[in-house]
């Protein structure tokens, strides 16, 4: 059984930081790209920032310079370190995995918001 189960949401103030992590089980970790997508209330979700397995990364654009993604494949685990964050940040994170031969994995989801 697969599972991603993402921590490390919360409420933070403008400008801080919160790092969220994702520990995946059920699958070989490393051969899949991992990601963050995001989805705010009203809103589609989004893509926020991925990273292959060769640990190629691309970032939303409204994210660039903000947010890092990185991941451990000895801990089955991607992180994502999100800096200067803004009210417009908020919404519920959702980790996910794909790859070519298998289906897409999602996580729970874990809110973010950041409040003034």
């Known amino acids: 059984q697969v599972q991603l189960v993402e921590s490390g949401g919360g409420l933070v103030q403008p400008g801080g930081s919160l790092r969220l992590s994702c520990a995946a089980s059920?699958?070989?970790?490393?051969?899949?790209?991992m990601g963050w997508y995001r989805q705010a209330p009203g809103k589609q979700r989004e893509l926020v920032a991925a990273?292959?397995?060769?640990?190629?990364?691309n970032y939303a654009d409204l994210v660039k310079g903000r947010f890092t993604i990185s991941r451990d494949n000895a801990e089955n685990t991607v992180y994502l370190q999100m800096n200067s964050l803004k009210p417009e940040d908020t919404a519920v994170y959702y980790c996910?995995?794909?790859?070519?031969?298998?289906?897409?994995?999602w996580g729970q989801g874990t809110q973010v918001t950041v409040f003034s």
């Open positions: 996910n995995a794909r790859s070519k031969l298998s289906p897409n994995y």
């Open positions: 059920g699958i070989i970790f490393s051969d899949y790209t």
């Open positions: 990273i292959t397995r060769g640990d190629i990364t």
